[in-house]
T-cell receptor
Framework: AQSVAQPEDQVNVAEGNPLTVKCTYS??????LFWYVQYPNRGLQFLLK??????LVKGSYGFEAEFNKSQTSFHLKKPSALVSDSALYFC???????????FGKGTTLSVSS | EAGVVQSPRYKIIEKKQPVAFWCNPI?????LYWYRQNLGQGPELLIR????????DSQLPKDRFSAERLKGVDSTLKIQPAELGDSAVYLC?????????????FGSGTQLSVL
């Protein structure tokens, strides 16, 4: 069965510093990996996805994610954090069979000014 | 383009009462999902529709939950009777299959409180 783990409940970073939000996954076959962001009282919004190709995927709002097959990880990164990046971030995975996304429990990102 | 629309935004009911949630997906999206998000957790799939057919309802508690998607557009999720443990945010999402993967568009959700 496929699963996603986000080992950190919260990540704190100062504005202007780089940020990393961690995600590891387990899936049969090749993974389809996603990051979504949830702002307060808003629905989840798509940030980026990895299907195949380059291990570094670029997405919305300056975010990128690095796929590492040997470590079964898909960490979300941004070179310079903004206060407005503060939100709840979810990693998600599905398998090639096309089943629905399985989400991690989420990581709260807090960027201080 | 309008996004996924859900109503109501909030619902407070007493246990054992029925409740229904409505979702209007993005026009042209043939896949519709209902997820439940408990406090401090990620969304968990309840049911997935391809057009009007429920293709994955393995996680739907069928003794009290039901869903329908008539004509393959709008969808309704019902709970009868509601229990205290059903308090959560119910999210609807829709997608159109693009090349190699799916990008889900989520509504703002219905926050259910069962007293």
């Amino acid at each position: 069965a496929q699963s996603v783990a986000q080992p950190e409940d919260q990540v704190n970073v100062a504005e202007g510093n780089p940020l990393t939000v961690k995600c590891t996954y387990s899936v049969s076959g090749n993974p389809y990996l996603f990051w979504y962001v949830q702002y307060p009282n808003r629905g989840l919004q798509f940030l980026l996805k990895y299907i195949t190709g380059d291990n570094l995927v670029k997405g919305s709002y300056g975010f990128e994610a690095e796929f590492n097959k040997s470590q079964t990880s898909f960490h979300l990164k941004k070179p310079s954090a903004l206060v407005s990046d503060s939100a709840l971030y979810f990693c998600a995975v599905r398998d090639e069979a096309g089943t629905a996304l399985i989400f991690g429990k989420g990581t709260t990102l807090s960027v201080s000014s | 383009e309008a996004g996924v629309v859900q109503s109501p935004r909030y619902k407070i009911i007493e246990k054992k009462q029925p409740v229904a949630f409505w979702c209007n997906p993005i026009s042209g999206h043939n896949t519709l999902y209902w997820y439940r998000q408990n406090l401090g957790q990620g969304p968990e799939l309840l049911i997935r529709y391809e057009n009007e057919e429920a293709v994955d309802d393995s996680q739907l508690p069928k003794d009290r939950f039901s869903a329908e998607r008539l004509k393959g557009v709008d969808s309704t999720l019902k709970i009868q009777p509601a229990e205290l443990g059903d308090s959560a945010v119910y999210l609807c999402a829709s997608s159109a299959r693009d090349r190699g993967g799916e990008k889900l568009f989520f509504g703002s959700g219905t926050q259910l409180s069962v007293l």
